[in-house]
């Protein structure tokens, strides 16, 4: 079975761009959850979707979105990009009721 | 709010040998889940092994066993038999019952000495 797919791999962006990001999970998961680690800050919690719906948000301002789709597929989407906004975003999937996550193998972001 | 505490920033350990790393984490519920996570440098996050707080039993995978002390709030990782392979970042990861979210510490590097 394929694990987490996510897409770009890499990505370099000016500050003020908007940027969005993609997410297939594993076949069959229908939560998707994504996080922001950077150096100084960690792993953070950004939100969750469950079909369709964002069901849990992180402490992140509006800038930072997502959405799911009827297939599971999720994306994030960051507007007006900053400076801070760098980091390796993660994105992880699981079955419905079921606790342990699966990692994709990120989208580095760059900001510049 | 879920705290996660990692002490060790790095550990080193002779290939081969024992390695325990220490997690302790704050939490006013009684149900939950706890996870260690491995990334190594290709920054795959990838899962070592999870404990679910119900079970009184040490969760054990191969070379990697926990020692969970829900009294103590305390979840340490012992692997076995260190490999090169067992080089990376380790995060020990806390995750309420029903709850998506998965709150981690900050980590604790380890390098395995050939």
């Known amino acids: 079975k394929a694990g987490v797919t996510q897409t770009p791999r890499y990505l370099i962006k000016t500050r003020g761009q908007q940027v969005t990001l993609s997410c297939s999970p594993i076949?069959?998961?229908?939560?998707v959850s994504w996080y922001q680690q950077t150096p100084g800050q960690g792993l953070q919690f950004l939100f969750e979707?469950?079909?369709?719906?964002?069901?849990n948000k992180g402490n992140f301002p509006g800038r930072f979105s997502g959405r799911q789709f009827s297939n599971s597929r999720s994306e994030m989407n960051v507007s007006t990009l900053e400076l801070g906004d760098s980091a390796l975003y993660l994105c992880?999937?699981?079955?419905?009721?079921?606790?342990?996550?699966?990692f994709g193998p990120g989208t580095r972001l760059t900001v510049l | 709010a879920q705290t996660v505490t990692q002490s060790q920033p790095e550990m080193s350990v002779q290939e081969a040998e024992t390695v325990t790393l220490s997690c302790t984490y704050d939490?006013?519920?009684?149900?939950?889940?706890l996870f260690w996570y491995k990334q190594p440098p290709s920054r795959q996050m990838i899962l070592v092994i999870r404990?679910?707080?119900?079970?009184?039993q040490n969760a054990t995978e191969n070379r990697f066993s926990v020692n969970f002390q829900k009294a103590a709030k305390s979840f340490s990782l012992k692997i076995s038999d260190s490999q090169l392979g067992d080089a990376a970042m380790y995060f020990c990861?806390?995750?309420?019952?029903?709850?998506?979210?998965?709150?981690f510490g900050t980590g604790t590097r380890l390098t395995i000495i050939p």
């Open positions: 992880a999937s699981s079955l419905v009721n079921e606790a342990t996550q699966y």
């Open positions: 076949s069959g998961h229908r939560s």
């Open positions: 979707y469950f079909s369709e719906t964002q069901r």
């Open positions: 939490t006013s519920e009684s149900d939950y889940y």
């Open positions: 404990q679910e707080a119900y079970k009184q």
């Open positions: 990861a806390y995750n309420d019952l029903g709850d998506e979210k998965l709150t």
